[in-house]
């Protein structure tokens, strides 16, 4: 399984993921919109643990790009140092030591000049926690006591006059999650509420439908009674599998036969996995497609369009009831031998989860008599054929 190598994110596309970061859009939908995979959006907003970075601005005082453009030209012309100045309305001595710190007059290059000028001008200011050690002491301890930053800012705010005992809670969260600071330990993050990796935009929660509120579901008790007994081939059970940096996979199984598909999906939104079914499924039989048991996440809250599309029934468990979708449970912990915790998934084509699915279904199944479920999802189309 061969890893895809792809080019770094350039500052438009960069530019691009920060907008609509702030914006509340998804991972999905930045993904597709850059054709990017999620895992690598993911890994570019964690690093800044999902606050976007300030725009650079050049100090006016400065010599700009333009500027070393003139004094590269008037090199080349052989002009002295001094009229170059004159030229710029700059001192002779600032012409003088911009030239001789980028090599001298025959290796002067305005734009290499230009880029190590801006990678020496970052100045990172110390972060306030990391100044005053008896604050940083007491925002942990309060952590540790599940209180969110705004309540640790109020409360600090409040008992002290001290501007050096008084942080902001933008400035806790930025300590908890660009980790490259080094100032609060990693672990605090479990004390947060939502105990999220990276901090979120204060859109992101009025996007899209709430949780929980799948319209229309409807319940695994009205689910037809040949598919509890697995006498009639096509009745499906399905989920998500859940990889590294937000990477997914959906798994379907056949409960008589207990065959597996395995679908390769762009994101966790309803809208990615739907269309990933949406095109396995069609290339069942008509036979083998009648219904799909799900769980009650809200990657299916599109159900009636993969209905419509597939001709496949979708029926929901009861609120954490994972035993109701039983067979699809035991097949996620035997995929678990191909993906392993912590393996990123987005990496995979598939046609790499073809090859996993078929080595699966190709071994034997002691609840099936040591026969593979290859074989007797075989027979299954050849009884509804």
Request: glycine share 6%; hydrophobic share 35%; aromatic share 6%.
């Amino acid at each position: 399984m061969q890893r895809r190598t792809r080019r770094p994110l350039s500052g438009a596309e960069t530019a691009e993921l920060w907008r609509r970061w702030r914006e509340g859009d998804s991972l999905s939908d930045i993904s597709r919109s850059l054709d990017r995979k999620p895992g690598s959006i993911y890994r570019h907003l964690t690093e800044a643990g999902g606050f976007p970075p300030a725009p650079r601005r050049r100090n006016p005082l400065h010599l700009s790009s333009a500027e070393r453009e003139e004094i590269s030209r008037g090199l080349c012309a052989g002009c002295s140092l001094r009229s170059v100045a004159e030229a710029l309305g700059r001192a002779p001595s600032t012409v003088s030591r911009e030239v001789r710190r980028n090599g001298g007059r025959k290796a002067y290059r305005a734009n290499a000049a230009d880029s190590r000028a801006q990678e020496q001008a970052r100045r990172p200011k110390p972060c306030k926690l990391e100044t005053y050690a008896r604050l940083r002491h007491v925002v942990a301890a309060k952590l540790r006591l599940e209180w969110s930053p705004e309540q640790i800012a109020g409360w600090l705010r409040a008992r002290s006059a001290h501007d050096e005992m008084y942080v902001s809670h933008e400035t806790i969260y930025k300590s908890l999650f660009v980790q490259s600071r080094g100032v609060l330990n990693k672990e605090l993050r479990q004390h947060l509420r939502t105990r999220r990796k990276l901090r979120r935009s204060q859109h992101a929660s009025t996007r899209g439908q709430p949780r929980g509120q799948i319209i229309d579901a409807v319940a695994i008790r009205e689910r037809p009674a040949e598919a509890a007994d697995r006498a009639i081939p096509g009745h499906w059970e399905g989920d998500l599998l859940t990889g590294a940096r937000n990477s997914h996979i959906a798994t379907l199984v056949e409960r008589r036969s207990r065959f597996t598909m395995l679908v390769q999906v762009d994101g966790k939104d309803t809208e990615s996995v739907v269309k990933g079914l949406v095109r396995q499924v069609r290339k069942l039989p008509a036979e083998l497609r009648r219904t799909l048991t799900w769980d009650r996440g809200m990657e299916l809250a599109r159900h009636k369009d993969f209905s419509v599309a597939t001709d496949v029934q979708v029926f929901f468990c009861d609120p954490q009831s994972p035993w109701q979708r039983g067979t699809n449970e035991n097949t996620n912990r035997l995929l678990r031998q191909y993906f392993p915790y912590g393996m990123e998934l987005s990496s995979l084509s598939q046609a790499d989860l073809n090859k996993v699915a078929r080595r699966l279904n190709q071994r034997p199944r002691k609840v099936l008599g040591f026969k593979t479920p290859a074989d007797i999802f075989s027979d299954g189309v050849a009884l509804t054929g």
